[in-house]
Each structure stands twice: as C-alpha cells, then as structure tokens.
T-cell receptor
C-alpha cells in the first residue's frame, strides 16, 4: 500500500497564482483532512471530509477550497496565492472517528 | 471549544535517561487523545492514543502515556531514551462530539544526546 500520497512535494508560486495540491489515499478511508504546519504553531486544520461528497471547514479555511468527489482523492485548491500561505501542507486520512490519522509526507509551498 | 498545550518548546535528555513530554488539554466532553512523532521532512507518525479504558496507554517504540482526568493531562513518557528518539512530538485532542476536528499542540522538540 502506498498510504497517503501528496503531490507535488515542493512548489513555488507567485502572489495571485492559483494551484491545486493533490492528495490520494489507497486505504479506503472515509475521513480525510488538510492541515498546514507553521513554526511554533503546530498543525492547523484547513478543511476536512467525513466521506465522499461531504466537506466542512476547519480552523483556517479562508483562501482554500476542497472537494471530495471520490473516497480516494481530496484536493486542496488555493484560489489566489498570498505570501501568508507559505507553509508546509499535510493531508491525512483515517478509517473511523476513533482511529489514528495516516499522514502524507507533505507539500512545501512558497509564495513569492 | 477544544485546545491543547505543550508547555515546552524543547526537551533535552541524555541517552538512557527517562523522557517526558508534557501535554494538557481542554475539551467540553470526553477527550480522544493522541501522540504523534515527526521526523525531518516527513509526515506525522502515530505513537499511541487514549479513547477510553486504562489510564496508562502503551504505544510504539517503547513509549507510553498516562491519562489524568483531574489534571487534564496526557504526558508522553519513555523509561530510557535513545538518540533515535530525537524528533518533534505532537499531542492532539478531539472532543468526542466534534467529528473530524482535531486540535494539535505546537509541538515539542526532543533532543537526546549520546
């Protein structure tokens, strides 16, 4: 099993550009989440999904969109990139509410 | 609302000595508590969890944690630290009623010296 796969691993954008961070899992997990990690702030939840077709906002959703058309994929879209969105982004999945999350290796995003 | 605090930015310990990483939490209902470890340029890896049952939870790589309801704490411990335990450790909490929303602490960097 590949687990949780995030692409790309690195990306540099200019302010105002848009892009999509990809996340795919092959474990048939219902729950998926996107986090951003910034120094000294831990992980902050951006958006999450409890199943295909169902998404909800987390702690820091502004500037990001998500969709969940399949169980496997949960892409994160940056609508108009801003320097404040420079961060490391992690996607995670888990099978049930009480189970631990499986994390991808992250996407390191720089906005110039 | 739920929150979690890791009061120490960094913990330094000599190899072979006991290791403790502190975590306190606040939730409105019953807590689900997790510890994760992160190595450089990698995602988080699960160590252990408390959902219900025994207050002492044993996890991967010799780690354990004790759930203390009265002190709202869930400290991570290892009796004898290894140099390879040097990493960033995160405590996470979820209220039993909050579905997908986990709250992570800021992380504690553990440095184990030979």
């Amino acid at each position: 099993n590949a687990g949780v796969t995030q692409t790309p691993k690195f990306q540099v954008l200019k302010t105002g550009q848009s892009m999509t961070l990809q996340c795919a899992q092959d474990m048939n997990h219902e729950y998926m989440s996107w986090y951003r990690q910034d120094p000294g702030m831990g992980l902050r939840l951006i958006h999450y999904s409890v199943g295909a077709g169902i998404t909800d906002q987390g702690e820091v959703p502004n500037g990001y969109n998500v969709s969940r058309s399949t169980t496997e994929d949960f892409p994160l879209r940056l609508l108009s990139a801003a320097p404040s969105q420079t961060s490391v982004y992690f996607c995670a999945s888990r099978p049930q509410q009480n189970q631990p999350q499986h994390f991808g290796d992250g996407t390191r995003l720089s906005i110039l | 609302a739920q929150s979690v605090a890791q009061p120490e930015d960094q913990v330094n310990v000599a190899e072979g000595n006991p290791l403790t990483v502190k975590c306190t939490y606040s939730v409105s209902g019953n807590p689900y508590l997790f510890w994760y470890v992160q190595y450089p340029n990698r995602g988080l890896q699960f160590l252990l969890k408390y959902i219900t049952g025994d207050n002492l939870v044993k996890g991967s790589y010799g780690f354990e944690a004790e759930f203390n309801k009265s002190q709202t704490s869930f400290h991570l411990k290892k009796p004898s630290a290894l140099v390879s335990d040097s990493a960033l450790y995160f405590c996470a909490v979820r209220d039993a009623d909050s579905w997908g929303k986990f709250q992570f602490g800021a992380g504690t960097q553990v440095v184990v010296t030979p």
